[in-house]
């Protein structure tokens, strides 16, 4: 299975971006999607989580300015980032657990390679 994301970049306070994260292999089901970031110095945090069933979680930091969303048949979670602020800089991972066709009772979690967000002030 692999995670690959898109979508990072440079941007002014205030402004958007949107990430997208697509999980290609031998899968059987994707279960929870996740969003993390991780600043320079700073320890890796989740930013927002969707269950398969639709269910969203968000940090306090990120409440009401982002959005997660999921595509279950295309195995794409996105994050759709508004009001960005230069506290949000971060290098964005992916994260899915995943089931896949060889053994559909063990899950696993995968890795995307990062994406990176900028945002100017």
């Known amino acids: 299975v692999q995670l690959q994301a898109s979508g990072g970049g440079l941007v002014q306070a205030g402004g958007s971006l949107r990430l997208s994260c697509v999980a290609s292999?031998?899968?059987?089901?994707?279960?929870?999607m996740s969003w993390y970031r991780q600043a320079p110095e700073k320890r890796r945090e989740l930013v927002a989580e969707?269950?398969?069933?639709?269910?969203?979680n968000y940090a306090d930091s990120v409440k009401g300015r982002f959005t997660i969303s999921r595509d279950n048949a295309a195995n794409i979670v996105t994050l759709q980032m508004n009001g960005l602020k230069p506290e949000d800089t971060a290098v964005y991972l992916c994260?899915?657990?995943?089931?896949?066709?060889?053994?559909?009772?063990?899950?696993?979690?995968?890795w995307g390679e990062g994406t990176l967000v900028t945002v100017s002030s």
């Open positions: 994260n899915m657990l995943v089931s896949e066709r060889s053994n559909i009772w063990v899950s696993r979690n995968y």
């Open positions: 292999g031998n899968i059987h089901r994707v279960y929870d």
């Open positions: 969707i269950a398969h069933g639709g269910t969203t």
